[in-house]
């Protein structure tokens, strides 16, 4: 590796190999990714493969979670409402504690 030159600057000393592409790069032309050293073109290709594929059933449950927020917040406040219907109406009237 002592004779090796980086491969886009070839007055400089290679300071790895990249393991997938196998060509060697000096300190600035490698980075570290997922404790592995990579070349720039190499980290792309890696990252490109590594973004998340969104399966039908998650887009589907992404659609319905607004709707089932929306549904349970009505049911709450539909129980809210019903709850409060059953208080008698004297307590409203302020006549509850009067007359007794």
Known sequence: MILERCFHHELREAASRC???????CRECVTEHDDRVLCAECLKKVVASETVRISPFRRVLGGL???AG???????FYALGRTLLLIPAAVHDGTLWESR
């Open 70 to 76: 929306l549904l349970m917040a009505w049911l709450f």
């Open 65 to 67: 979670l607004p709707i």
């Open 19 to 25: 393991p997938i592409c196998l060509r060697y790069f």
